[in-house]
């Protein structure tokens, strides 16, 4: 975690991908260690977006890909839940994809939402929107509990 805070936007973007694909750490740590290192809120909230929603797209296309054992070896997911999720979603459209910010089962969401070839431009904006949401209430909360 010290590493990607010394390396500020870039690290918070790298924090915020990784956390939306492969690895199970938390993003807001990092962001908030780049915030009271003194960076910019507008760039830390770039950065943070873009990363986690180009993580997000990652879990979305390997589920469009389609190749079971690649998304059980690289993102590690249960393929049992994994089928589960995709059965409860169908029906409901790409607009859940606003809710692959959350953490457990996020993951499950943009994978099952790309094995049903949901519509790439919902899915991408909805994302995008959920993703953008989720750290500008981060960002909020640590700069009213922190006072900057």
Not at 7 to 23: D, E, H, P, Q, R
Not at 79 to 88: A, F, I
Not at 99 to 111: E, N, R, T
Not at 122 to 147: C, F, N, T
Request: with cysteine; hydrophobic share 55%; net charge positive.
């Amino acid at each position: 975690m010290e590493l990607l805070i010394d390396y500020g936007y870039i690290g918070v973007f790298v924090a915020s991908f990784l956390a939306a694909t492969i690895l199970p750490f938390s993003s807001e740590v990092v962001l908030t260690g780049v915030l009271l290192g003194g960076a910019t809120y507008l760039p830390c909230m770039i950065a943070a977006t873009a990363g986690n929603f180009l993580g997000g797209m990652t879990c979305y296309w390997l589920g469009m890909i389609g190749k079971i054992e690649w998304i059980h070896k690289y993102l590690r997911l249960n393929t049992e839940r994994l089928e589960k999720v995709r059965l409860w979603m169908q029906g409901r459209g790409a607009w859940m994809a606003f809710w692959v910010f959350l953490p457990g089962i996020g993951d499950f969401l943009a994978v099952a939402l790309g094995f049903m070839r949901s519509n790439i431009w919902i899915v991408a904006a909805s994302m995008l929107a959920g993703k953008a949401l989720r750290y500008w209430i981060w960002m909020e909360v640590v700069y009213k509990v922190i006072d900057f």
